[in-house]
């Protein structure tokens, strides 16, 4: 009998980590040079974190993995901002931290949706969250964040479409001039859409069922209800984002599949012909009282998730070099009844610092070097009974075959040396 991962789950195999590893590193780096702190939450969280009151998002209503125990419900995650502005209430972060709270997450996240190319239902991201201040030039300097990290990437197929959703009194006047629009053809569109039209008649506009009909084509526009302030707020960020050399685009269909978004929304978009329906890279929004519906005080945020799969996969597809995976530098090969020599020499060589793999087998000389070859080393050890008899090894460096015979304290010192030739 064979076993098979769960539908819609894969595994990352060992010859894949490295580029797993190449972009974390990148992302960490990069999170430091703005400035931004780390936080882990739990895996699942309470189901009330993640199903709010009135929520229309798909993710909400259709995607979520909830189960209960005793009287209990509980969710594993489907995304990271929840559980983030959940902690920053939980642990009063807003009375100690230096505001704007600038935070990252990364890890798996899980939704029960139609497996495809791009999308699992277990998932990694990485998002960050900007809380605690209400800038536009914070919403430039966020989507930068994002935008830096895929620039390193080597992804240039890209553009940033953005849009504004306003304040409270800009959507309010919105939605209404929307359930007036929709009302006469509520008849032709899906049943998805009249559970929109109640609860977030915006969430209509992205439907991908009904985006061909006639009457999303000839919907209201949201700039057309944009108060003063609002219409400010968003031409203050597009200044930020020409200031910052990045170019953008404004979309004005474009509102975010979460409910909680306020101003400033935006993707991050592959231009790539052969992205198809997965062209999204990373995407995010301001939300203005997410904070305070955890229990915390009234503070705006701003934040943006990035799939780690689909930007791994836009790295190749461009021809990203994600570097060698963990090199051999040394690798000890051991002649005669040295088996216990060939350990400690190994260790003595990891613990100054050398990658190193020995051969711990009953394997013949011939054997030995071919693996040698194969883990690629630098530089190869050969070990025997004279030699451990007289205190010396043998030392081969790779790259041109020079071989010397070396007294075994100075071996640390002669590969350092080589290693400074080579640098």
Same mark, same amino acid.
């Given at each position: ?29 990069? +999170? ?8 882990? +939450? ?38 990271? +901002? ?66 830096? =990290? ?120 592959? +231009? ?60 000890? =090969? ?90």
């Amino acid at each position: 009998m064979s076993y098979q991962t769960p539908r819609g789950t894969y595994d990352i195999l060992p010859k894949e980590m490295n580029q797993w590893h190449y972009v974390e590193e990148v992302i960490r780096q990069t +999170t430091k040079k703005y400035r931004y702190k780390e936080i882990r +939450t739990p895996y699942f969280e309470e189901t009330r974190v993640f199903k709010r009151e009135n929520d229309s998002s798909d993710m909400v209503n259709k995607e979520m993995y909830t189960f209960a125990t005793g009287d209990e419900s509980y969710t594993l995650r489907p995304e990271g +901002t929840a559980g983030v502005i959940r902690a920053f209430d939980q642990h009063k972060l807003y009375g100690f931290m230096e505001l704007p709270a600038r935070l990252y997450y990364l890890g798996a996240m899980f939704r029960h949706e139609r497996p495809q190319k791009g999308r699992q239902r277990q998932f990694t991201q990485f998002g960050v969250e900007n809380i605690g201040a209400k800038s536009p030039e914070l919403d430039a300097e966020t989507i930068a964040l994002g935008y830096d =990290i895929v620039k390193q990437m080597g992804i240039s197929s890209i553009k940033v479409l953005i849009n504004t959703l306003g304040d409270d009194e800009s959507r309010a006047n919105y939605r209404l001039a929307l359930k007036e629009h929709f009302k006469p053809h509520l008849e032709n569109l899906c049943t998805d859409c009249h559970r929109r039209y109640e609860q977030n008649p915006l969430r209509i506009l992205d439907c991908k069922m009904d985006h061909n009909q006639e009457c999303l084509h000839n919907a209201p526009r949201l700039m057309e209800y944009l108060n003063e302030e609002s219409r400010d707020y968003f031409n203050r960020v597009l200044a930020a984002l020409a200031a910052l050399g990045i170019p953008y685009e404004v979309d004005d269909r474009l509102v975010r599949g979460l409910d909680y978004y306020t101003h400033t929304v935006f993707e991050v978009v592959s +231009t790539r012909e052969d992205s198809g329906a997965q062209a999204t890279i990373f995407a995010g929004g301001r939300y203005d009282h997410f904070v305070e519906y955890y229990g915390g005080p009234d503070m705006s945020g701003i934040g943006f998730a990035i799939g780690m799969e689909r930007l791994i996969s836009l790295a190749s597809d461009e021809g990203h070099d994600f570097g060698e995976d963990n090199t051999c530098d040394a690798y000890v =090969i051991g002649l005669g009844d040295v088996s216990l020599e060939v350990l400690k020499l190994a260790q003595e060589l990891r613990q100054n610092g050398f990658h190193t793999e020995a051969n711990l087998l009953p394997r013949s000389l011939k054997s030995q070097f071919k693996s040698a070859d194969r883990n690629h080393a630098k530089y190869v050890i050969i070990l025997g009974e004279d030699e451990v008899k007289n205190h010396k090894v043998n030392v081969k460096r790779t790259s041109d075959k020079t071989q010397v015979t070396i007294e075994r304290q100075e071996l640390v010192k002669k590969l350092e040396s080589w290693d400074k030739e080579n640098a």
